[in-house]
């Protein structure tokens, strides 16, 4: 059972503006956990059996024991992304899901690059050894660059529509940031089947894009992503990797999807039919037996 309350508040001080340009000095636990978690924090019981942890300094989601996997979600994605998948690994795996810190880095620092270094982070600050690194999106991208730097504290890697061969644009239009119509109708895009994503998921997106510091944040790491390619990088991670793509993505269409495999050295690519860019979450049913399988042979 999980039950986490933050005092709540929509008003943002000039701390908040501030935080843009500097990193914020953070004094208590509840500031640090309203401006990394947001309104992304599980405030009721979740189906899944996460516990919610925090130090002073990172904030994540945990399930099992065993060996460990780190499951980094994508702008706007949340644990519930893994949720499935996680619970299905939690008899034999230690399942995490760090707060990226999407939404209280300085704007400068708003790259995929940085978030593979917050990665680092987290497993030193934890103590994780020898992790298995999972990733949608632009959590897929931060995973790979740490992959990249640290290869000797992973075991393998699990991609999920990744960002680091492609430009990952915000649609044109975002800007009415009023119109909660339009916000749902872009979120429902990134899935194939958009029934999927439920009212209370799309308030917490239209909430927080009302801020415009946070959205800000987002536009550039929107942008970094044309920039934190990692093309011939990829050749030189040996890592076991496995690779899921949407049939039916439209955000990184699955062309991209052959370009990993053909870089990954050692990789293997699953194609999910009437899937878009979360198959994790889209797909959880089919995702998890060849995780299982992967995560055995590794």
């Known amino acids: 059972m999980l039950r986490v309350v933050l005092q709540q508040g929509s008003d943002y001080s000039m701390k908040d503006i501030l935080s843009l340009f500097v990193k914020s000095h953070i004094t208590t636990d509840a500031e640090f956990l309203r401006q990394r978690v947001r309104d992304f924090l599980p405030t009721q019981e979740n189906p899944f059996g996460f516990n919610f942890k925090h130090t002073s300094h990172h904030a994540w989601m945990e399930i099992g024991q065993g060996k460990t996997i780190v499951f980094s979600p994508g702008l706007f994605g949340s644990y519930r992304n893994f949720g499935r998948i996680a619970s299905a690994l939690s008899a034999t795996h230690r399942i995490l899901v760090p707060f990226l810190p999407l939404y209280d880095l300085p704007i400068k620092e708003c790259t995929i690059k940085s978030l593979g270094t917050y990665l680092e982070s987290f497993c030193e600050d934890l103590a994780l050894k020898d992790v298995t690194l999972a990733g949608n999106s632009m959590g897929g991208g931060a995973s790979l660059h740490y992959a990249l730097k640290n290869?000797?504290?992973?075991?393998?890697?699990?991609?999920?529509?990744?960002?680091?061969?492609?430009?990952?644009?915000?649609?044109?239009?975002?800007?009415?940031?009023?119109?909660?119509?339009?916000?749902?109708?872009?979120?429902?895009d990134i899935f194939y089947d958009a029934n999927l994503l439920s009212e209370a998921?799309?308030?917490?997106?239209?909430?927080?894009?009302?801020?415009?510091?946070?959205?800000?944040?987002?536009?550039?790491?929107?942008?970094?992503?044309?920039?934190?390619?990692?093309?011939?990088?990829?050749?030189?991670?040996?890592?076991?990797?496995?690779?899921?793509?949407?049939?039916?993505?439209?955000?990184?269409?699955?062309?991209?999807?052959?370009?990993?495999?053909?870089?990954?050295?050692?990789?293997?690519?699953?194609?999910?039919?009437e899937c878009g860019h979360v198959p994790c979450y889209e797909k959880a049913e089919e995702c998890i037996p060849i995780i299982q399988r992967f995560i055995r042979q590794h």
């Not at 915000?170 to 009415?176: A, I, L, Q, T, V």
């Not at 800000?216 to 990692?230: E, G, P, Y």
């Not at 040996?238 to 990954?264: M, Q």
């Open 151 to 188: 290869p000797e504290n992973v075991t393998s890697i699990i991609l999920f529509a990744s960002s680091g061969l492609s430009f990952i644009p915000m649609r044109k239009g975002f800007m009415r940031l009023k119109d909660r119509d339009y916000i749902k109708e872009i979120l429902s």
């Open 201 to 273: 998921e799309i308030d917490e997106v239209f909430s927080l894009i009302q801020n415009k510091e946070q959205l800000l944040r987002c536009l550039s790491f929107t942008r970094s992503t044309k920039h934190d390619l990692l093309h011939e990088k990829l050749r030189t991670l040996s890592r076991p990797t496995l690779i899921f793509w949407g049939e039916n993505d439209n955000v990184t269409p699955k062309h991209y999807a052959h370009e990993f495999h053909a870089l990954l050295p050692n990789s293997e690519l699953a194609i999910l039919p």
